[in-house]
């Protein structure tokens, strides 16, 4: 009997494991989803590997050396759909930093003989060097969006994924808004839901874990938390982690990492 | 893939599998004797070190989180520690029990997926544990069920199981209630018999009759299991305090890897992890954990690493106890964090990941901004320890035909849950015979 299931491969690139560890924790569903799908390569999960082409690859990850670079144009010409999850694989991932320091500087701070390390001066997301067909969102991705994004793939629709705000999600929740009432600094206005808002839950600040909304206002936000007293350099901060390779957050970051600056060097000629 | 053919020959397998990360590894063989060994790890480099210079320490947790995805809790309690110690600020005990709490979710999940997901299949010729479930469903079914009782908890306590949010320098944002963590009262004694049967499962597997010399390096901490702190000790006798560990520990860069390889001073290699935790702590063990240990067969100490797997689960069986333990006592910390004033000084966090010992050094300035960070993960202390388990693994197992051999090999490596993701901050096989 030949096996009809449609293939699905998971790659890694430069990443925690994170992202594709989700998959292996939807333990109630992972046994009906190697019964729907054929897992045909995914070496965090088996020693098998089937020959491509495949239908579907989730590719983790950030491209930061000249053969993964190589090898996404090979995983992409093996591959009918093609979807990055997470922000690594979506931004570039919190190592994409690297994007704003001097060149090499990095590889000198870590390791010894950096010669030994053949890496890129970036972090670039698969965006940048092969089409995608879809982008999950989150560091890390939530789990319920990548099964629902399985099931699309799985019969052909497009997947429900929200492209609001956690503010939105907060409202949802009933949730007191930080912001509004604590002056606690929240990302929550600009960042895209689908973490179910956990963060305002607790009393902390949302720190955009899942990248800009679409639509996102980060310079209205900015004004905002200046206007609390926050420090420009400490706003610049919380714009760049995980999705400062996101020109919506690393612009801004970049933006008020200049105006803090200024600030300095006013102080400098008042003084 | 295979080179050559009898006692001269080059065996390769190309994309090491079920461990987390990418890595290389070979094995050469000279008239039937294994010549050379080498574990390379290819995982691109991320450069945490470098990037939270600059950083404020407070962002230490949620940034070195993301070093690893499957044991995310590890570096934030490392990372926890570290900061507190150079700011000199002692939490309360209920923010230490709760951590520990955190912590044994991580261990659950953790050590769920490694012995039914990633290790058994080895032991019943399966290439995955999918195919292990067509053969054995209500086996991995069990194994998910911890799994998921292990993120259950870091769910309720971290308010995520992947990157938990709830974690910050000092405790956390909210202290989950009495009622929020008594919900995890049933699924984890479903869990402690789960894992009890866990023990025995793989206590029943074949294991290749090799033993190891090793100098196990762990925490030590009387009167309990070690978690989130402790004094470092090893099986020759150190016992040091973290601090103390991390002046003796030095760093090398080989061409071949992207881990920096970890020795102590005076080029002992050691390893850390499970094994090494049950040779210097078994006699912490509470009775279910003990007695399961005791019908598997396990000593007070194990020196096979083809049994790490059985360890494993009898730490599984620790942890379910111990969650259940701290939730009859929880009292939720009020406040739920201490606050952490920033102070220029260094500090050392040192705390047991799932693969082993973990440490985090900063430097930080007066603001609080960290000058210099040192991450010391556990697959870069046991990386050289692998390697010769690998070259004792190989040498015990040259009858084998290639392809065996080859698969002999990576299990030799899976044996300790290597965790390339984090030790670059591995895998595939190459035997060589000539």
Same mark, same amino acid.
């Given at each position: 009997?030949?096996?009809?299931?449609?293939? *699905?491969?998971?790659?890694?690139?430069?990443?925690?494991?994170?992202?594709?560890?989700?998959?292996?924790?939807?333990e109630?569903?992972?046994?009906?989803?190697?019964?729907?799908?054929?897992?045909?390569?995914?070496?965090?999960?088996?020693?098998?590997?089937?020959?491509?082409?495949?239908?579907?690859s989730?590719?983790?990850?950030?491209?930061?050396?000249?053969?993964?670079?190589?090898?996404?144009?090979?995983?992409?010409?093996?591959?009918?759909?093609?979807?990055?999850?997470?922000?690594?694989?979506?931004?570039?991932?919190?190592?994409?930093?690297?994007n704003?320091?001097?060149?090499?500087?990095?590889?000198?701070?870590?390791?010894?003989h950096?010669?030994?390390?053949?890496?890129l001066?970036t972090?670039?997301p698969?965006?940048?060097?092969?089409?995608?067909?879809l982008?999950?969102?989150?560091?890390p991705?939530?789990?319920?969006?990548? *099964?629902?994004?399985?099931?699309?793939?799985?019969?052909?629709?497009?997947?429900?994924?929200?492209?609001?705000t956690?503010?939105q999600?907060?409202k949802?929740?009933g949730?007191?808004? *930080?912001?509004?009432?604590?002056?606690?600094a929240? *990302?929550?206005?600009?960042?895209?839901a689908?973490?179910?808002?956990?963060c305002?839950?607790?009393?902390?600040?949302?720190y955009?874990?899942?990248?800009?909304?679409?639509?996102?206002?980060?310079?209205?936000?900015?004004?905002?938390?200046?206007?609390?007293?926050?420090?420009?350099?400490?706003?610049?901060?919380?714009?760049?982690?995980?999705?400062?390779?996101?020109?919506?957050?690393?612009?801004?970051?970049?933006?008020?990492?200049?105006?803090e600056?200024?600030?300095?060097?006013?102080?400098?000629?008042?003084? | 893939?295979?080179?050559?053919?009898?006692a001269?020959?080059?065996?390769?397998?190309?994309?090491?599998?079920?461990?987390?990360?990418e890595?290389?590894?070979?094995?050469?063989?000279?008239?039937?004797?294994?010549?050379?060994v080498?574990?390379?790890?290819?995982?691109? @480099?991320?450069?945490?070190?470098?990037?939270?210079?600059?950083? %404020?320490a407070?962002?230490?947790p949620?940034i070195t989180?993301?070093?690893?995805?499957?044991?995310?809790?590890?570096y934030?309690?490392?990372?926890?520690?570290?900061v507190?110690?150079?700011c000199? +600020?002692t939490?309360?005990?209920?923010?230490?029990a709760?951590?520990?709490?955190?912590?044994?979710?991580?261990?659950?999940?953790?050590?769920?997926?490694?012995?039914?997901?990633?290790?058994?299949?080895?032991?019943?010729?399966?290439?995955?544990?999918?195919?292990?479930?067509?053969?054995?469903?209500?086996?991995?079914?069990?194994g998910?069920?911890?799994?998921?009782?292990?993120?259950?908890?870091?769910?309720?306590?971290?308010g995520?199981?992947?990157h938990?949010?709830?974690?910050?320098?000092?405790g956390?944002? !909210?202290?989950?209630?009495?009622?929020?963590?008594? +919900?995890? +009262?049933?699924?984890?004694?479903?869990?402690?018999?789960?894992?009890?049967?866990?023990?025995?499962?793989?206590?029943?597997?074949?294991?290749?009759?090799?033993?190891?010399?090793?100098?196990?390096?762990?925490?030590?901490?009387?009167?309990?299991?070690?978690?989130?702190?402790?004094?470092?000790?090893?099986?020759?006798?150190l016992?040091?305090? @973290?601090?103390?560990?991390?002046d003796?520990?030095?760093?090398?860069?080989?061409?071949?890897?992207?881990?920096?390889?970890?020795?102590?001073?005076?080029r002992?290699d050691?390893?850390?992890?499970? =094994?090494?935790?049950?040779?210097?702590?078994?006699?912490?063990?509470?009775?279910?954990? !003990?007695?399961?240990?005791?019908?598997?067969? =396990?000593?007070?100490?194990?020196?096979?690493?083809?049994?790490?797997?059985?360890?494993?689960? +009898?730490?599984?069986?620790?942890?379910?106890?111990?969650?259940?333990?701290?939730?009859?006592a929880?009292?939720?910390?009020?406040?739920?964090?201490?606050?952490?004033?920033?102070?220029?000084?260094?500090?050392?966090?040192?705390?047991?990941?799932?693969?082993?010992?973990l440490?985090?050094?900063?430097?930080?300035?007066?603001?609080?901004?960290?000058?210099?960070?040192?991450?010391? @993960?556990?697959?870069? %202390?046991?990386?050289?320890?692998?390697?010769?388990?690998?070259?004792?693994?190989?040498?015990?197992s =040259?009858? =084998?035909p290639?392809?065996?051999?080859?698969?002999?090999?990576? %299990?030799?490596? !899976?044996n300790?849950?290597?965790?390339i993701?984090?030790?670059?901050?591995?895998?595939?096989?190459?035997?060589?015979?000539?």
């Amino acid at each position: 009997m030949t096996d009809t299931r449609p293939t *699905l491969a998971v790659w890694k690139f430069a990443s925690c494991d994170g992202c594709q560890l989700s998959l292996l924790d939807c333990e109630d569903e992972l046994l009906a989803i190697t019964g729907a799908v054929r897992i045909a390569h995914f070496t965090e999960m088996s020693r098998a590997h089937v020959e491509g082409p495949y239908d579907v690859s989730l590719v983790e990850g950030s491209i930061t050396t000249e053969a993964d670079a190589e090898r996404i144009r090979e995983v992409r010409r093996s591959s009918r759909r093609l979807i990055t999850i997470g922000a690594c694989a979506t931004a570039g991932g919190i190592q994409a930093l690297r994007n704003f320091a001097e060149d090499g500087a990095y590889a000198s701070t870590v390791y010894p003989h950096p010669e030994f390390v053949s890496s890129l001066d970036t972090s670039t997301p698969i965006s940048g060097h092969v089409a995608v067909d879809l982008e999950l969102q989150g560091c890390p991705i939530d789990r319920r969006q990548l *099964l629902e994004v399985i099931a699309a793939e799985l019969v052909g629709r497009r997947p429900v994924i929200p492209g609001y705000t956690v503010c939105q999600q907060c409202k949802g929740r009933g949730t007191v808004c *930080l912001l509004v009432s604590k002056g606690t600094a929240c *990302l929550g206005p600009v960042t895209r839901a689908g973490c179910g808002a956990l963060c305002p839950s607790i009393g902390r600040g949302c720190y955009g874990c899942f990248g800009p909304s679409e639509g996102a206002n980060p310079e209205a936000l900015a004004g905002r938390l200046l206007s609390e007293g926050m420090a420009p350099v400490d706003a610049s901060r919380l714009f760049a982690t995980f999705y400062v390779g996101n020109p919506v957050f690393g612009n801004q970051a970049t933006a008020l990492a200049a105006a803090e600056t200024g600030l300095a060097e006013q102080e400098e000629q008042s003084t | 893939m295979t080179h050559g053919s009898g006692a001269h020959r080059t065996v390769a397998v190309e994309g090491l599998s079920r461990v987390e990360g990418e890595g290389s590894l070979r094995v050469e063989v000279r008239d039937g004797v294994v010549h050379d060994v080498a574990l390379s790890i290819f995982e691109p @480099p991320r450069f945490f070190e470098a990037l939270l210079e600059g950083r %404020q320490a407070s962002e230490a947790p949620d940034i070195t989180a993301r070093i690893c995805g499957i044991c995310p809790v590890a570096y934030q309690m490392s990372a926890c520690a570290a900061v507190e110690d150079a700011c000199g +600020v002692t939490v309360d005990q209920r923010i230490t029990a709760l951590r520990r709490l955190l912590y044994c979710g991580e261990w659950i999940q953790s050590h769920a997926l490694h012995i039914y997901l990633l290790h058994a299949p080895d032991f019943l010729g399966c290439a995955d544990a999918v195919e292990l479930a067509e053969r054995d469903r209500p086996s991995v079914e069990r194994g998910l069920a911890l799994k998921r009782t292990g993120n259950l908890i870091m769910e309720t306590v971290g308010g995520r199981a992947i990157h938990p949010v709830n974690v910050r320098v000092g405790g956390f944002y !909210r202290a989950p209630t009495v009622a929020e963590v008594g +919900v995890l +009262v049933e699924p984890l004694r479903r869990a402690l018999d789960a894992a009890v049967a866990t023990v025995a499962w793989v206590g029943g597997f074949d294991f290749p009759d090799v033993e190891g010399d090793y100098r196990f390096v762990a925490l030590r901490s009387p009167g309990r299991y070690p978690i989130e702190s402790g004094r470092v000790a090893s099986s020759d006798g150190l016992d040091t305090s @973290p601090a103390g560990f991390a002046d003796m520990v030095i760093e090398e860069h080989v061409a071949r890897s992207t881990a920096l390889h970890a020795r102590i001073e005076g080029r002992l290699d050691y390893l850390t992890g499970p =094994l090494a935790r049950y040779a210097l702590n078994s006699s912490e063990l509470p009775d279910p954990a !003990r007695q399961a240990a005791e019908d598997a067969g =396990l000593g007070m100490i194990c020196t096979n690493p083809f049994r790490s797997i059985v360890v494993r689960a +009898v730490e599984l069986v620790f942890a379910c106890h111990e969650a259940l333990r701290l939730i009859a006592a929880y009292e939720p910390p009020d406040p739920p964090a201490a606050f952490v004033p920033p102070r220029a000084d260094v500090g050392t966090g040192a705390t047991e990941a799932p693969r082993g010992l973990l440490f985090h050094r900063y430097e930080l300035d007066e603001n609080g901004l960290i000058r210099t960070a040192r991450i010391v @993960p556990p697959t870069s %202390q046991n990386q050289i320890t692998i390697e010769s388990d690998l070259r004792r693994v190989a040498q015990a197992s =040259l009858e =084998l035909p290639d392809d065996e051999l080859g698969w002999r090999c990576e %299990q030799a490596v !899976r044996n300790h849950d290597p965790c390339i993701s984090c030790a670059a901050h591995f895998l595939d096989v190459t035997v060589a015979r000539r």
